[in-house]
């Protein structure tokens, strides 16, 4: 999936460019297991980075991880780079989290 459905039910100002998909995609494969997904513990190392606070980044991952397929713990690299975005818009745009 490209995540379009995703994308088209947030608002405008949520809608992800395509230098945003591809800084995710050179990132993704640095932090996924060999399974293909990235998983939370992984994931919190560099979410924290971000500065966001724990309760934003728990409700970033439930979004993230229901944005492509039933939640299942892990990221995909499309729900990867809903989450990398979401905290960018949050932690360098000052949006609120949708």
């Not at 608002?11 to 996924?32: G, H, L, M, V």
């Not at 990867?80 to 905290?87: G, L, P, R």
Request: hydrophobic share 35%.
């Amino acid at each position: 999936s490209n995540g379009g459905g995703f994308a088209s039910q947030i608002a405008d100002p949520y809608a992800i460019d395509d230098k945003t998909i591809s800084n995710c995609r050179r990132i993704f494969p640095e932090y996924a297991r060999d399974d293909g997904y990235v998983h939370s513990l992984d994931a919190g190392y560099l979410f924290c980075m971000s500065g966001a606070d724990l309760g934003l980044l728990r409700h970033v991952w439930a979004i993230a991880d229901g944005s492509d397929g039933p939640p299942d713990d892990k990221l995909n690299g499309w729900e990867f780079t809903v989450a990398m975005h979401i905290i960018d818009c949050v932690t360098k745009r000052g949006m609120e989290a949708p």
